[in-house]
């Protein structure tokens, strides 16, 4: 087949996005497919071509990968070097190479990517590609909606409330809640912009970082235990895998620093939490409508007590990500799991 790999874009996990492309576009090509690794937002080349044979120097039009720095990416910095400064968020050639290929992989997370605007203008295109459609990439994006269509499907989920940066609560206080508690962007993801918080001067000062980011944030009850995860594919839940950091919680350092985190596959909890939390996990898909692959994240308290966090539409696919490393536990290997990825997604264009 010939694949466009999407990667990049403008979220600020457009680091992590590359090393998911980058794993994937290696993945397809060492099962004999012609792939192309893009960046979404910078496109290829600045001007509009002749694309003709483009799939016969596949890697040579690819981008080339490096690797996940400890920081967050400078976006306004990515947005000045491109060539073409058009308003669109696809750059050069990128609609017409996706146009082309017999479908795209969507290695792209966060903004613009697993929130639904690239599936939604991509199937006004008629271009096919891997993973959920528009509107369930919406409602998990969306950490508001996604916990009350959790809480009206029996899945439960941290005590929680929605704030806006505009006429914000910077009272604690006056929230309704009790410390400590998490506050985080409200469709963010990797963690970033999260807080866990324990004082009011706390509160205030992870305000001001979860609205650095978005100008809606989510304040939760903060669930002492242990962290968990369960990927979902095609409505079918994998080994449950527990993450443990070494110190702190599961942040961005954590999520792509090797060694800074232990995580066991299949998770050693007894065995009627673990059969509770698969069931979750599965709910979860089928309350957003997530019909080709997803992963789930949970927390378990000290009395039995399960929470389901959030949702994530397309989980990365890097060297030490949560979904391969359940998959490898079933006995699927890494490739294998890509192209079960789009064998699954092309089944919703027969």
Known sequence: MDIVVLAGGLSTERDVSFVTGGNVADALRGRGHRVILLDV??????????LTGIFERSKEASVSVAGISGETPDLEAVKKSR???SGSFFGPNVIELCR???????????ENGEDGRI??????????YTGTGFLSSALAMDKELSKRLFLANGIPTPEGISMKKEGCQWDFDETGLTLPCVVKPCCGGSSIGVSIVRTQEEYQKALEEAFRWEEKIIIESYIQGREFSVGVIDFKALPVIEIAPLEGFYNYKNKYSAGSAVETCPAELPEDITKKMQQYAQEVAKALGLDTYSRMDFLLDGQGGLYCLEANTLPGMTSVSLLPQEALAVGISFEELCEEIIRISMKKYT
């Open 41 to 50: 937002y910078m496109g290829y080349h600045d001007k509009p071509e002749d």
């Open 100 to 110: 082309m290929a017999d479908i795209v992989f969507m290695a792209l997370h966060g």
């Open 83 to 85: 060539k073409d400064q």
């Open 119 to 128: 599936q939604a203008a991509f199937d006004l295109y008629g271009i096919k």
